[in-house]
Protein backbone atom coordinates (compact mmCIF):
# COMPACT_ATOMS: atom_id res chain seq x y z
CA UNK A 1 0.00 0.00 0.00
CA UNK A 2 2.87 2.75 0.91
CA UNK A 3 4.21 2.05 -2.53
CA UNK A 4 1.06 2.47 -4.18
CA UNK A 5 0.64 5.92 -2.47
CA UNK A 6 4.31 7.03 -3.44
CA UNK A 7 3.39 5.67 -6.75
CA UNK A 8 0.52 7.83 -6.71
CA UNK A 9 2.58 11.01 -5.32
CA UNK A 10 4.93 10.35 -8.64
CA UNK A 11 2.56 10.24 -10.96
CA UNK A 12 0.88 13.81 -9.75
CA UNK A 13 4.61 15.27 -9.80
CA UNK A 14 4.68 13.89 -13.53
CA UNK A 15 1.66 15.63 -14.25
CA UNK A 16 2.44 19.02 -13.12
CA UNK A 17 6.07 19.28 -13.74
CA UNK A 18 4.98 18.54 -17.73
CA UNK A 19 2.01 21.47 -17.18
CA UNK A 20 4.87 24.02 -16.03
CA UNK A 21 7.40 22.80 -18.58
CA UNK A 22 4.03 23.50 -20.79
CA UNK A 23 3.28 26.50 -19.95
CA UNK A 24 6.44 28.64 -19.82
CA UNK A 25 5.17 31.47 -22.24
CA UNK A 26 5.23 35.04 -20.38
CA UNK A 27 1.80 36.35 -19.39
CA UNK A 28 0.41 39.71 -18.41
CA UNK A 29 -0.42 40.66 -14.93
CA UNK A 30 -2.85 43.65 -15.02
CA UNK A 31 -2.60 45.38 -11.29
CA UNK A 32 -4.13 48.74 -10.44
CA UNK A 33 -3.61 52.07 -12.32
CA UNK A 34 -1.94 50.59 -15.26
CA UNK A 35 0.56 48.61 -13.37
CA UNK A 36 1.32 45.64 -15.71
CA UNK A 37 3.85 42.68 -14.90
CA UNK A 38 5.17 39.72 -16.92
CA UNK A 39 6.17 36.67 -16.27
CA UNK A 40 5.76 32.77 -16.99
CA UNK A 41 2.60 31.71 -16.42
CA UNK A 42 4.32 28.67 -14.00
CA UNK A 43 5.85 31.72 -11.96
CA UNK A 44 2.26 33.26 -11.11
CA UNK A 45 0.63 29.96 -10.43
CA UNK A 46 3.39 29.01 -8.28
CA UNK A 47 3.30 32.50 -6.61
CA UNK A 48 -0.28 32.70 -5.47
CA UNK A 49 -0.22 28.97 -4.45
CA UNK A 50 2.35 30.22 -2.14
CA UNK A 51 0.76 33.16 -1.17
CA UNK A 52 -2.51 30.85 -0.47
CA UNK A 53 -0.92 28.03 1.80
CA UNK A 54 0.90 31.09 3.86
CA UNK A 55 -2.91 32.52 4.20
CA UNK A 56 -3.97 29.20 5.16
CA UNK A 57 -1.92 28.61 7.73
CA UNK A 58 -2.15 32.02 9.64
CA UNK A 59 -5.57 31.60 9.22
CA UNK A 60 -5.59 27.97 10.87
CA UNK A 61 -2.92 29.68 13.81
CA UNK A 62 -4.95 32.14 15.18
CA UNK A 63 -7.93 29.83 16.31
CA UNK A 64 -5.35 26.97 17.29
CA UNK A 65 -3.07 29.87 19.72
CA UNK A 66 -6.85 30.69 20.91
CA UNK A 67 -7.87 27.13 21.82
CA UNK A 68 -4.38 26.31 23.02
CA UNK A 69 -4.57 29.46 25.70
CA UNK A 70 -8.10 28.59 26.72
CA UNK A 71 -6.77 24.82 27.50
CA UNK A 72 -3.71 25.99 29.29
CA UNK A 73 -5.84 28.06 31.25
CA UNK A 74 -8.57 25.06 32.01
CA UNK A 75 -5.87 22.63 32.66
CA UNK A 76 -4.01 25.78 35.11
CA UNK A 77 -7.13 25.56 36.97
CA UNK A 78 -7.63 21.87 37.53
CA UNK A 79 -4.25 20.22 38.53
CA UNK A 80 -5.31 18.66 41.61
CA UNK A 81 -8.41 16.99 39.32
CA UNK A 82 -6.07 15.81 36.16
CA UNK A 83 -3.48 14.05 38.59
CA UNK A 84 -6.54 12.13 40.44
CA UNK A 85 -7.73 10.88 37.31
CA UNK A 86 -4.83 9.24 36.10
CA UNK A 87 -4.49 5.52 36.56
CA UNK A 88 -2.18 4.12 38.93
CA UNK A 89 0.45 2.14 37.60
CA UNK A 90 1.29 -1.18 38.60
CA UNK A 91 4.27 -2.27 40.88
CA UNK A 92 6.40 -3.91 38.61
CA UNK A 93 8.23 -6.30 41.10
CA UNK A 94 4.28 -7.99 41.17
CA UNK A 95 3.54 -10.65 38.57
CA UNK A 96 0.49 -9.03 36.00
CA UNK A 97 -1.88 -12.18 37.71
CA UNK A 98 -0.53 -12.34 41.12
CA UNK A 99 -3.91 -11.55 43.32
CA UNK A 100 -3.40 -9.32 46.90
Same mark, same amino acid.
Given at each position: ?68 ? /? ?14 ? /? ?14
Amino acid at each position: MRYLIWLAKLAVFLILFAFALRNTGHVTLSGLQGAQWQAPLILWLLLFFVLGVIAGVVAMWLPYRRLDR /ELRHIRAQQPAAAAAA /EPALPDAAQPLDAVI
